[in-house]
């Protein structure tokens, strides 16, 4: 691979990466300063306000689920460049990848513990440990298998779902059995939305950084195994299809630009109306909590690959057409330390909501929540590529990196 080759490489992914991690926030910003169910409801821990309506309807739209699914794909793609380097080099990509994924499951379980509950870093390492054994199938083979598994999961979790729906027309009749009744409302106390629910979690997150603590080891202690069982039906099939896009050069850009401009446009185009479509069902059906655990956890499953695709390759083209923008160049090294971005603004946002910190849990309407992610991308744009013009690392990844290795990594460049 010649040096012209290796760049554009790296900067296609590193830019794709840093769209995700900054588009991430968008969506868990709601998750550090609502009740978890706020995220699924916009009437849920709120006034339910159009302003709030509105902000849940655009972050539904345009970015519920689609930054995860593309920083899914991405460390599916940075998996296979990490075993393709390290065999180049004569280490066992083995040994690489499992120090790499021990080390990012540990990293995971303290930012639960530690800071937010929507932690996605232990799902990603139990999950790449998983995604490994398909790591010498052809581009095409991961790309069907990843897509096959992903619609397969997507049906069976929509089944799952309509469990919940059937339990409540059944709770609903006239002559339901009280067993059935008791059942309902023990997975509505379960979903945490009612009133007495929302008042104890909001106290929880108004209390101190112990009082939280406390809470996460009693009553959530086993929230990040329980989340591993997204891990066959979208994770594990999501970085099979970054594996697979990586091996065929679609994620470098290797790809004609009519298969990008096709691929862009009616990806994003239907994957857009469908999702339009759900948020007005949405909307119809008084955004009621049941429907609405449908409508995001299951129905938006398959438009959401579909536009996470068309994003992608709308953003490969956007970043062939702008190689050299300086704007671009920051968005790739925020890229580059994705890690430290995302658990560093893990930190701020705990320290603005909850009670060790700031305290405004609850307090900040979902409109005002957009300029907190603007000022956070525009500190993301700010200081990542400074600092990668003094350093190989980001703080966290040379962390990372120094653990896996077993070894201090320079971290200074030119020493």
Known sequence: MNATTAQARHITLDALRGFAVMGILWMNITTFGFPEMAYISPIVGTSGSPSDIASWTASFIFFDGKMRAIFSLLFGASMMLVIERAAASGQSPAQVHYSRMFWLAIFGLCHFYLLWWGDILFLYAVSGAAAYIFRNWSGGKLIKGGIIAYVIGSVLLAIGMATMLYLQSEAAQPNASPEIIDEFAEMIEELGISTKALAEESAVYNGSFIQILIDKLTNQRWTPFQN?????????????????????????????????????????????????????????????????????????????????????????????????HLLLHRVAAAGRVAFSNYLGTSLVMAFLFYGWGLGLFGTV???????????????????????????????????????????????????
Not at 282 to 293: L, P, S, T, V
């Open 228 to 324: 591993l069982f997204l891990a066959p039906f979208e994770t594990i099939p999501l970085m099979m299809i970054g594996m697979g896009l990586y091996k065929s050069g679609f994620l470098l850009g290797h790809a004609d630009r009519r298969t990008y401009l096709r691929i862009g446009i009616w990806g994003t185009f239907i994957g857009g109306l469908l999702f339009a479509a759900l948020a007005w069902l949405a909307a119809d059906q008084g955004f009621e909590i049941i429907m609405m655990m449908n409508i995001t956890q299951a129905w938006a499953s398959l438009p959401r690959l579909l536009m996470a695709a068309g994003y992608v390759a709308l953003l490969v083209l956007l970043i062939q057409r702008f190689p050299d």
């Open 365 to 415: 309407g979902r409109a005002q929540m957009i300029l907190l992610v603007l000022s956070s991308w525009i500190t993301m744009l700010l200081w990542s590529k400074p600092w990668l013009i003094r350093y190989r690392y980001g703080p966290l990844e040379w962390l990372w990196r120094s653990l896996a290795r077993r070894e201090r990594q320079v971290m200074v460049r030119g020493t």
